[in-house]
């Protein structure tokens, strides 16, 4: 490995680490705290929000992109799309204490590998269709209403993406995709799984709750209760 590559690993965790949520909610005067995404689009407005999925996506595509410019071999290029995605989920600049890696993660996935991505994305897009379809039909709300973040928590959408990243190095290897990438999204499969568990583990250990469960239902729908 090359010092460019290390430098190039190593700027892409500190492009995934920059706390562009909390940023964006001090630009329109709010701190935000709790679900951020929930939050900024509650306190700041929905073009906010929108801005600030645009921005959580470009740092993916951004990664490979700018890997692919620098004509890296694939080992760092790969290597760069996990640490971006390292960098959101345990930001140096918010006490490692970041997000949970899944939009950043598609991003860098669907810019390095389309096709296996695309095989990956059938069970994300089918738990977030199950989430989403009946707000749509409900005919007792406005199109503000269905179009409101937040709700009552979704199993389907956090399961559905988790199925995902498990799909994506099996589509990866499947469709011919280097070992080098099949393992590197493997790795993310892990790391997002482990983000999912350790995210606010210690309250819950705090609170007695049982722990089996507890991981059981983070693993599977990313909340501690159902």
Same mark, same amino acid.
């Given at each position: 490995m090359t010092? #460019?590559?290390?430098?190039?690993?190593?700027?892409?965790?500190l492009l995934g680490s920059v706390p562009h949520l909390h940023l964006l909610g001090l630009a329109c005067g709010k701190r935000l705290s709790g679900d951020l995404h929930h939050e900024l689009w509650r306190q700041c407005g929905r073009l906010v929000w929108v801005l600030a999925v645009f921005l959580e996506l470009a740092r993916g595509v951004l990664t490979i992109l700018i890997g692919r410019w620098l004509h890296l071999n694939i080992a760092a290029i790969v290597a760069g +799309?996990?640490?971006? @995605?390292?960098?959101?989920?345990?930001p140096s600049f918010r006490r490692?204490?970041?997000?949970?890696?899944?939009?950043?993660?598609?991003?860098?996935a669907v810019t390095l590998t389309p096709l296996p991505f695309l095989v990956a994305l059938v069970p994300m897009l089918t738990g977030l269709l199950i989430r989403t379809i009946p707000r749509f039909l409900n005919k007792g709300q406005s199109m503000s209403e269905k179009l409101r973040f937040g709700g009552p928590p979704s199993l389907s959408f956090p399961l559905g993406m988790g199925i995902g990243f498990a799909v994506l190095p099996l589509a990866s290897w499947w469709l011919g995709q280097p070992l080098t990438v099949n @393992? +590197?999204?493997?790795?993310?499969? #892990? #790391?997002?799984? #482990? =983000? =999912?568990?350790?995210? +606010?583990?210690k309250a819950d250990i705090a609170a007695h709750k049982k722990l089996l469960p507890v991981i059981v239902n983070r693993l599977l729908y990313d909340r501690a209760e159902i």
């Open positions: 010092w #460019l590559d290390m430098i190039f690993i190593f700027g892409a965790y +799309g996990v640490a971006v @995605v390292v960098g959101q989920m345990w490692f204490d970041g997000e949970k890696g899944n939009s950043i993660g598609a991003a860098v @393992v +590197g999204y493997a790795v993310l499969f #892990l #790391l997002i799984m #482990l =983000r =999912r568990t350790t995210a +606010g583990l």
